[in-house]
T-cell receptor, first 117, second 112 residues
Framework: GAVVSQHPSRVICKSGTSVKIECRSL??????MFWYRQFPKKSLMLMATSNEGSKATYEQGVEKDKFLINHASLTLSTLTVTSAHPEDSSFYIC?????????????FGPGTRLTVT | GENVEQHPSTLSVQEGDSAVIKCTYSDSASNYFPWYKQELGKRPQLIID?????GEKKDQRIAVTLNKTAKHFSLHITETQPEDSAVYFCAAGRGGFQKLVFGTGTRLLVSP
């Protein structure tokens, strides 16, 4: 199988605080992970591509100093929302890919619903 | 960069009817085209995908067709069932470690 987990599933935080979201590939090694943001009834917007052992590649318009991404191992990537504000409230989803020649599939985590009050 | 357009945004069908969702892409280098199904509050689930060296792929009631020349691909669901009701996203990418660009989604409602 190819299972991706995320923690926490839901988090409520106060404006100005930081929140860390973990994305783990449970049964495979993921050299590359992706972080998405999804607003209600909207599509998945790629925020950044996370590669193990190197700096993340951010999409245009995404503040890298606000959304800190760390991919310290082949099974774990973290997204830290720093100094969160109500407009950061959203559904954050990660995905991981084995990236081999035989499969291009991205396996998605269950998502984290962030609410900033 | 890649741009993916998806139509229609909503689609209502009767149980047993067929449903077709269409997407176009802009980057001729894209070679991987997955379709995901997302139920409310859940993670996207891959339902079928196709690579650019294939024109059509079928898996039971679901099929995907790809026209590389016109840069469009379509999802076909036959004999729809109420449990097919969900939001469907198409995506395009270059495969491997490369990112996917998602379409805007189609909300499919299958009425019994």
């Amino acid at each position: 199988g190819a299972v991706v987990s995320q923690h926490p599933s839901r988090v409520i935080c106060k404006s100005g605080t930081s929140v860390k979201i973990e994305c783990r590939s449970l049964d495979f090694q993921a050299t590359t992970m992706f972080w998405y943001r999804q607003f209600p009834k909207k599509s998945l917007m790629l925020m950044a591509t996370s590669n193990e052992g190197s700096k993340a590649t951010y999409e245009q318009g995404v503040e890298k100093d606000k959304f800190l991404i760390n991919h310290a191992s082949l099974t774990l990537s973290t997204l830290t929302v720093t100094s969160a504000h109500p407009e950061d409230s959203s559904f954050y989803i990660c995905s991981a890919t084995k990236g081999t020649d035989s499969t291009y599939e991205q396996y998605f985590g269950p998502g984290t619903r962030l609410t900033v009050t | 960069g890649e741009n993916v357009e998806q139509h229609p945004s909503t689609l209502s069908v009767q149980e047993g009817d067929s449903a077709v969702i269409k997407c176009t892409y802009s980057d001729s280098a894209s070679n991987y085209f997955p379709w995901y199904k997302q139920e409310l509050g859940k993670r996207p689930q891959l339902i079928i995908d196709i690579r650019s060296n294939v024109g059509e792929k079928k898996d039971q009631r679901i099929a995907v067709t790809l026209n590389k020349t016109a840069k469009h691909f379509s999802l076909h669901i036959t004999e729809t069932q109420p449990e097919d009701s969900a939001v469907y996203f198409c995506a395009a990418g270059r495969g491997g470690f490369q990112k996917l660009v998602f379409g805007t989604g189609t909300r499919l409602l299958v009425s019994p």
